[in-house]
């Protein structure tokens, strides 16, 4: 089924941009999109967006047009999600998660990342 | 506020059965999108118990079970356990807004 591991956690000022790695293993990469999804404390789940690993079509949420970036690198099995403009209220944890490809679930997450936005 | 509503808790003594409804619309779980479930413990990332409205993964006990109708959809956990005790998600697709769409979770307590 596979594995994914996220970067550490991340402490930026409001303004920087931070960017989470998620590396895969344990599946064919290119045969599985990854969704990235954050939970901010307290809160539930928040979709970001989805990139196909495969030829690197994206669909963002709109909470995030203009500001988010996804992109994965095929030659280490990695997936990659840049916020930039950071303020307070981006302070979450950070989850990457495969795709399942015939019912399109999220079967694998990564362990999640603690972004913290503070000046 | 979020696409898909769910009650804010539920709680059954051990051995109890519970259900957790996750309502929807025509963009969403009535349009014939599937619906998952996750469940969260504090301090740990989603796990996937119900994926494809009903359909469990292997390492998931039986004692979960989900189903789908209409605009609707529904997670069971029956003979529940202390250890079922968590947060649990609902998560299906939204045509209109082409976007995955979370329900707003729902707190398990185990008496």
């Known amino acids: 089924q596979g594995q994914l591991t996220q970067s550490g956690a991340e402490m930026k000022k409001p303004g920087a941009s931070v960017k989470v790695s998620c590396k895969a293993s344990?599946?064919?990469?290119?045969?599985?999109?990854v969704n990235w999804v954050r939970q901010a404390p307290g809160h539930g789940l928040e979709w970001m967006g989805f990139?196909?690993?495969?030829?690197?079509?994206?669909n963002y949420a709109e909470t995030f047009q203009g500001r988010v970036t996804m992109t994965t690198d095929t030659s280490t099995d990695t997936a990659y999600m840049e916020l930039r403009s950071l303020r307070s209220d981006d302070t979450a944890v950070y989850y990457c998660?495969?795709?399942?490809?015939?019912?399109?679930?999220?079967?694998?997450w990564g362990q999640g990342t603690l972004v913290t936005v503070s000046s | 506020q979020s696409i898909l509503t769910q009650p804010p808790s539920v709680s059954g003594a051990p051995g109890q059965r519970v259900t957790i409804s996750c309502s929807g619309s025509?963009?969403?779980?009535?349009?014939?999108?599937?619906v998952h479930w996750y469940q969260q413990v504090p301090g740990a990332a989603p796990k996937l118990v119900i994926q494809g409205n009903n359909n469990r993964p292997s390492e998931v006990p039986d004692r979960f079970s989900g189903s789908k109708s209409g605009t609707s959809a529904s997670l069971e956990i029956s003979g529940l356990q202390a250890e079922d005790e968590a947060d649990f998600y609902c998560q299906s697709y939204d045509n209109s807004l082409s976007a995955y769409v979370f329900g707003g979770g729902t707190k398990v307590t185990v008496l």
């Open positions: 344990g599946y064919t990469f290119t045969n599985h999109g």
């Open positions: 990139i196909s690993a495969y030829n690197g079509d994206r």
């Open positions: 025509s963009s969403n779980i009535g349009a014939g999108n599937d």
């Open positions: 998660a495969k795709v399942d490809s015939p019912t399109n679930s999220l079967d694998v």
